[in-house]
């Protein structure tokens, strides 16, 4: 049995598009849709609950607020693997469309070649890009020191814009840290647990079902949560495999944009829980020796 782990907030029409598309390639009679709605602040459940509320294999399960990314994933996780005690658990965002005949079939596949613990697809963005693995090795102390320094600086810089209302584009400082980054992970080890897997789609199988009582990390809100999973893989012997012969698309950004605020409100936003998860990622590293 596999069961997939929609994380739902807000934004009716992409999920249901999500749905949708993965309603027409599953071909296990025995497989379960499960839709965590993470505190929506509309109709949300309403909606989605009048449209898929018939079908017997899909569950809507509501949060009281907005768990954020871990913790809303992890009660649709630990949902499934008390009800239905799947071979797999599929964490999906809501802003992917599955369209490959054959998945499931593939999934299993892979398995029974490789008996991974966890697993990613390849991910395809709207732009053509291959976007697994998120990065080939772990972050170093020395990385993540240096990525949470430059983003406490422009955290700061957009306060100080905010609290003044400069509303106009200091260009230096915006195009230096706007610049796109090509990701140097030469630090870590080199085997298959240090693999970081793209979190819009992260496939766990049975042993680490059975091994663990959540998907993720619960400590962080947002962002990080694909490099604490691998420090867990790494600590406790799991390994991760990258799929390629699997594949799901992306809409990327859809699901975790914060609704209403300003830009640099959003900005504020997303670089606050950055950096908060970089801080315990760097603390879960330090405790584990791994620099």
Request: proline share 2%.
């Amino acid at each position: 049995m596999i069961c997939y782990i929609i994380l739902h907030y807000n934004n009716t029409e992409v999920t249901i598009k999500c749905i949708n598309s993965l309603i027409k390639i599953i071909t296990n009679k025995e497989s379960q849709i499960i839709i965590v709605d993470n505190g929506s602040q509309n109709d949300s459940y309403n909606i989605l609950q009048s449209k898929f509320g018939s079908l017997s294999n899909l569950k809507i399960i509501k949060t009281k607020t907005n768990l954020g990314f871990a913790r809303g994933n992890n009660v649709g996780y630990c949902y499934a693997k008390k009800i239905f005690h799947p071979q797999f658990i599929i964490v999906c965002n809501n802003d992917l469309i599955f369209e490959q005949h054959g998945f499931e079939e593939k999934l299993l596949d892979i398995y029974e070649r490789y008996n991974f613990d966890v697993a990613g697809p390849d991910i395809i963005n709207l732009d053509g890009v291959h976007q697994n693995p998120h990065r080939t090795h772990m972050l170093s102390l020395k990385e993540i020191s240096k990525m949470n320094r430059r983003k406490f600086i422009f955290l700061l810089y957009l306060k100080v814009k905010l609290r003044f209302s400069i509303f106009r584009k200091i260009n230096i400082l915006e195009t230096i840290y706007d610049r796109p980054k090509r990701e140097n992970c030469s630090s870590m080890l080199h085997d298959e647990s240090s693999i970081v897997v793209q979190g819009s789609c992260i496939i766990f199988s049975k042993n680490y079902i059975e091994q663990e009582d959540t998907a993720f990390c619960p400590d962080t809100f947002l962002y990080y949560e694909e490099d604490l999973l691998s420090l867990r893989c790494k600590k406790k012997g799991y390994t991760i495999k990258i799929c390629p012969e699997i594949v799901v698309r992306h809409l990327e950004g859809k699901s975790t944009c914060p609704s209403g605020g300003t830009e640099i409100q959003k900005r504020i936003f997303s670089l606050s829980h950055m950096l908060e998860s970089g801080r315990i990622y760097k603390d879960k590293l330090l405790k584990m020796n791994l620099f």
